[in-house]
């Protein structure tokens, strides 16, 4: 079984500050880990993923997460923050590079940017 | 570009009608899609599996009377609201991977469903 928890619903930094998004997951098999970014009544867009390659995996828009197997964690970060970064955030997990297999979800954070 | 196009993307709708959503994958073929539904400032909840050419695989909880899935060709899959009422009112995406040496998947862009 796998899952994810996503520490912290709401962060609220200011433009410029350095954006840290919480992620812890469980799983039994080597995981595949996602962020995601959604804005309102959108879909959901990859920042990044990782598939055992890396652990430092660089993401678009800015956006980097390390993997760190004795942490079971995948945090996201970006140095510093844009106003239009403001967004729900959603990290998933899946079991490997299987097609049938869907994403598990955390509960999503919502970053708000203040000027 | 979107590579997975889900249709439509906001619906309104009577209670006791039906309500079909399409999700189509663009420039690759899909055996397996997933469709998820999203309540406000909730995460996303998959529902259920759907497998082209078989039975779609549901979640534990949900109707699968009510939420009709058809995976008729290995690029579109419908979800069929049937006899909706206000509680099915959501946000409803689906999610396509692409696989290959780096399977990937990808999400439409939702659906908001509200039914009246």
Known sequence: ?115 | GAVVSQHPSRVICKSGTSVKIECRSLDFQATTMFWYRQFPKKSLMLMATSNEGSKATYEQGVEKDKFLINHASLTLSTLTVTSAHPEDSSFYICSAPRTGRDTEAFFGQGTRLTVV
């Open chain 1, 1 to 115: 079984a796998q899952s994810v928890t996503q520490l912290g619903s709401h962060v609220s930094v200011s433009e410029g500050a350095l954006v840290l998004l919480r992620c812890n997951y469980s799983s039994s098999v080597p995981p595949y880990l996602f962020w995601y970014v959604q804005y309102p009544n959108q879909g959901l867009q990859l920042l990044l993923k990782y598939t055992s390659a890396a652990t430092l995996v660089k993401g678009i828009n800015g956006f980097e997460a390390e993997f760190k197997k004795s942490e079971t964690s995948f945090h996201l970060t970006k140095p510093s923050a844009h106003m239009s970064d403001a967004a729900e955030y959603f990290c998933a997990v899946s079991g490997g590079n299987q097609a049938g297999t869907a994403l598990i979800f955390g509960k999503g954070t919502t970053l708000s940017v203040s000027s």
